[in-house]
């Protein structure tokens, strides 16, 4: 898959960003070989509060900022389906919010980068189809799935506190 990443201001500048979310997709293809497809392109926006807060009363009606949207563009069926060979085939929009996810790595006592490299993975299961809301079930498997990837990279389970 290919990202297209634009980073905006409030992110902070001592981070790669644009490695961050290629690591995060290489993880996680790891353990979602349907995200390794080379067809794939994802459009990733490291963005402020203020235009997530925008995007999710637009396009979700909901007035409010959340860490990480995501916009799919294919359904799970047919990202299962895609072949290898073929024209490039857009597999959604990822936006991140900085403040967010700052104050949220706090709270949870991780560093910004690993608290974004999650978010991205998390995002990138949204668009590969999968949703935590549906049952108990599907947010079992798509938390396993993120922790998966995040082991890759080296980084804590962020659901090992639940039990």
Same mark, same amino acid.
């Given at each position: ?12 500048? /001592? ?9 995060? @997709? ?10 390794? &497809? ?13 235009e997530?807060?925008?995007? &999710?009363?637009?396009?979700r009606?909901?007035?409010?900022? *959340? ?18 060979e ?9 936006? @991140?919010?900085?403040? *967010? ?8 006592n ?7 490299? =999650?978010?991205?993975? =998390? ?6 189809g ?7 079930a /599907? ?5 396993a799935?993120? *922790? ?16």
């Amino acid at each position: 898959m290919q990202l297209e990443i634009d980073i905006e201001a409030p992110w902070p500048g /001592d981070t790669d960003w644009v490695e961050l979310a290629e690591r995060a @997709l290489e993880a996680l293809a790891q353990v979602a070989p349907e995200l390794a &497809n080379e067809r794939l392109i994802t459009s990733v926006l490291f963005t402020s509060d203020a235009e997530v807060h925008v995007l &999710n009363r637009e396009w979700r009606a909901k007035d409010k900022p *959340t860490n990480v949207l995501s916009f799919p563009m294919l359904e799970r069926e047919d990202l299962l389906d895609l072949e290898a060979e073929g024209p490039p085939e857009m597999l959604g929009d990822i936006a @991140l919010a900085a403040e *967010t996810c700052i104050r949220e790595a706090a709270e949870k006592n991780v560093s910004i980068q690993d608290h974004a490299s =999650h978010l991205m993975i =998390h995002g990138l299961l949204h668009l590969a189809g999968l949703d935590h809301e549906i049952s108990e079930a /599907d947010a079992v498997a798509m938390e396993a799935l993120e *922790t998966k990837a995040l082991a890759i990279l080296g980084i804590a389970d962020p659901y090992g506190d639940r039990n």
